[in-house]
Every structure is written in C-alpha cells, then in structure tokens.
C-alpha cells in the first residue's frame, strides 16, 4: 500500500463500515508477529461478525429467567469444565503476550469465546423450552455464566476496548467512574485435574459431534429423540447428562453388541452407535461402510509396509514408531468394527 498512490484505505470508512473493534480485530489479525502486513478487508468484516456474537451472546444470557433452584447436574460439569478452560487460555495468551505474538494472542481468545463459549459452555447450561416456553436457569449456573462473561471481556478488552467497556458496565450495577481498564485479571494456572477435565470434554463434545454428523448423514430432525449404545463400557458415563442434553438423546445404554441398524462411529477407540431402525436405508449404509473399509483397508496396509521396513524401525526416532504402530492397532480396531456392523446388515 502506498499513500502516494492513493490505494491505501480509508481507515474512517472502515470504521463506519465495520466498527472501530472490527477494524482493530481485523488490522491485528492480519499483522502476524515478523510479518508484512497482508490486508484484507474480509478481516474487518470478521471482525464486525465477532462484535455481533458478543452482542448476541450477552443478551441471551441476561434474557435468561433466574431462579434459587438447585443446580443442574449440567450445569456443575459445564461451569467446572468452562472454569478449566479459562485458565488453560489464559496461561497461553500471558505466553504469547511476553513473546509479542499479539496475533496469536487475540485468535486464541476469539476461540475461546466463538467456539467454547458460544457453541459449547451456553449450549450445555441453556435452559430448556416446555411446551414453547423458557424455563428458568438455576442461580448458582446463571452467576458462575455472568462471571465468565466479565474474565471474557477482560480478556479481549486490550484487542476490543469499545464493546468490552460497554458489556462491562451492563453486566453488573457499577459504580460512577469504575471502567474496565483499571480492573484486574488474575487466574490461577490451570492444575492437574483442570487439563484431565478438558481433555475428558474435548471427548464428550466428539461424542455429540458424532451423534449430530449420523443425524446429518440420515436426515433425521434435531428435535426427534435418539438413543445412543456404548459397545462393551461408557467411560463418559459421568457426562451422560450434558452428552443427552446436547444430542438430545432419550437414552444412553451400554450394550454388548450394537444394533444391527445402527450407525456407528469411534471416539479414539471407544466405539458408540445409533440405532436407526426403519429410518436408514440398508443397501446404500453397506456400500458405505464398504467403502469406508477398503480406505481403512489400503491405510492399515501402508502402515504394516512401513513397520516392515526394518531400516524405518531401527533409524526413525522411537516416538515416531510408537505413532506408526498405534495407528496400525486403531485402524484394526475400527476395520473390525466395521466388519461387524456390515456382518449385521447383511445378516
């Protein structure tokens, strides 16, 4: 861009345009640290679309009717979970601040808030609607949700001042004078139990992803009920609350041996299916495991090429061989499960 030539932009109609916060968002992530500047305009108007979130997100949550009920079994799991999350994005973005990596500071947090947040934490603490009407949300859920709201703000108020100064004045009854900028931010670094608890949600949430991809993949409506089997043990029992919430199950039982019209599907090697019934169509769900087993068939086969090489075995660094191998034992796992369920189709 030069001025001389007149082809920069004008940054007061980027601001009409796009707010002054999305013109901020969109010029830092387009400014990686030791970079040129690569502008695109696009970037402003993501930036628009995440102050929109933000908006949305605060008044649904203070449109929410409260109530001194006890907390929902949900709602402890998600605001323990949400808390861990915190302090994990929180110790990473103080990381990235000292090493000036400003960018990636800001797309952290913007994930934390658009995909935790937003598409995770309230979807599993919502209320649910009776007969076309709001329920109420318990009170200890609902204060635990406004203080996430508020280390949110503070944690984009230095990419975002604008709206976050707004939010935060509205969150809460403040003082004359009190801002968000001379308020503090202070986190504990996540412990032990706060990276097994979301390495254990991270899990859960492909749990629900993969019962929305068969609701997907089959055409079934989001508001039928489904029932989900756990072939041979559920290790995410304790979760079954907030996995039955978010996939909107009737049911979730641990069974020997699948349905022979469910569709299945793996999350690491624990395997979990849907039972159908009448409602897939028997010929085209074999010839789509079939397809699925000749991909699985030629990878396992690479695979086993390569851990044949006895020069890759002895010279590749052991970590690389344990990957290699573990690949050929998940692989086997899901390509015999796959044998299983087209056995049950067909049988």
């Known amino acids: 861009m030069s001025k001389s030539l007149g082809n920069s932009p004008d940054p007061i109609e980027l601001i009409e345009k796009f707010g002054a916060d999305g ?29 929109n979130k933000i908006w949305n997100a605060f008044r649904l949550v203070k449109g929410w009717k409260v109530a001194d009920i006890e907390q929902s079994e949900a709602g402890k799991i998600a605001t323990s979970w949400f808390e861990a999350k915190l302090k994990q994005t929180n110790a990473e973005v103080d990381d990235l601040f000292k090493k000036y990596r400003i960018s990636e500071a800001l797309m952290a947090v913007y994930k934390l808030f658009w995909d935790e947040f937003s598409s995770w934490y309230l979807e599993m603490v919502k209320p649910a609607y009776i007969n076309g009407e709001a329920q109420p949300i318990d009170k200890a859920t609902y204060d635990k ?33 009190e ?95 849907v039972p159908l019934g009448n409602m897939i169509d028997v010929e085209a769900e074999i010839a789509k ?10 990878f396992l086969a690479g695979v086993k090429k390569k851990l044949s090489n006895e020069r890759f075995v002895a010279n590749a660094p052991e970590a690389v061989v344990a990957l290699e191998r573990k690949k050929q034992s998940d692989s086997e796992e899901k390509i015999a499960a796959l044998k299983e369920s087209i056995a049950a189709l067909k049988g």
């Open 23 to 51: 013109v901020r968002m969109g010029m830092m992530l387009s400014a990686p640290a030791g970079n040129d500047i690569l502008f695109d305009e696009a970037l402003c108007e993501q930036g628009r679309n995440f102050n």
């Open 145 to 177: 949700t406004l203080e996430f709201f508020e280390i949110l703000l503070k944690m984009l108020h230095p990419f975002m001042p604008f709206i976050t100064e707004e939010l935060w004045q509205h969150l809460y009854d403040r003082k004359d004078g």
């Open 179 to 273: 801002s968000i900028m001379r308020d503090s931010l202070k986190l504990p670094a996540p412990s032990e139990a706060d990276e097994k608890l979301a390495a254990q949600i991270e899990s859960v949430k492909q749990i629900v992803s993969g019962v929305r991809m068969v609701r997907s993949s089959k055409n079934i409506a989001p508001k039928e009920q489904l029932e989900l089997q756990a072939v041979g043990s559920n290790n995410y029992e304790a979760y079954n609350t907030v996995i039955a919430k978010m996939a909107n199950l009737s049911a979730i039982n641990v069974v020997a041996e699948k349905d022979a019209t469910a569709s299945a599907f793996m999350v690491g090697t624990d395997e979990f299916a």
């Open 289 to 298: 495991m079939e397809a699925q087993l000749q991909h699985l068939e030629g």
